[in-house]
């Protein structure tokens, strides 16, 4: 069974397999998580970026994608860049599909390489405005289904909250969705 945890922490600092990154398209880095990876995880990251804008991703990683690249220096093996949508309430419903899609294809990327541990940030939910408790649903919503399917070889999915308001919400929203007790644990 996959374990679900919340923790308020850094996501650089994370002892993990994979790491996911709240990246943008140009898959060449930006503020927020993705300027914290690039920065702590060095140049490697960035020259595998440009390699698969070269490639495969010549247009850019769409919204709602996901694709692994080294971690370069930090504790993990692999950054795992998805690219959340851009909070807009007029197309709500078709832009939580893509921020759902965001974990399921990272989830399956992270997967498929043989992580067996996976770290999140609050996709969508700074730069993109996402308002942080509806993220927190759509987050731990898709991901429990996930590990209930495909994703159930993962022995844990951790979310990795910046800062105390963040990590709160997602207690609260967890609670909420009655995923008390087993399977999911406070901070480490
Ligand atoms: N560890 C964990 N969470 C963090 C960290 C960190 N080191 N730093 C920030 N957060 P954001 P987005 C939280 O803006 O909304 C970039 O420029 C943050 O408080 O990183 O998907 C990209 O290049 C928030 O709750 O990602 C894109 O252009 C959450 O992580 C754009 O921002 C996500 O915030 C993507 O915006």
Known sequence: MTRITLVEGDITEQ????????ANSSLLGGGGVDGAIHRKGGSQILEECRRLRASHWGRGLPTGQAVATTA????????????GPVYWEDEYDD???QLASC???SLRVAAELGARTVAFPA?????YGWPLEDAARIALGTVAAAVAGPARELTEVRFVLFGT??????????RGMG???EGRQGQD
């Open 95 to 97: 832009r939580a599909e």
């Open 179 to 181: 995923a008390g007790g």
């Open 103 to 105: 974990y399921r294809e």
């Open 15 to 22: 002892q993990v397999d994979a790491v996911v990154n709240a």
């Open 72 to 83: 370069g220096r930090l504790p993990a093996r692999w950054v795992v860049h998805t690219v």
């Open 165 to 174: 308001a963040a990590y709160g919400t997602f207690e609260q929203v967890w």
């Open 123 to 127: 996709v969508s939910a700074g730069v």
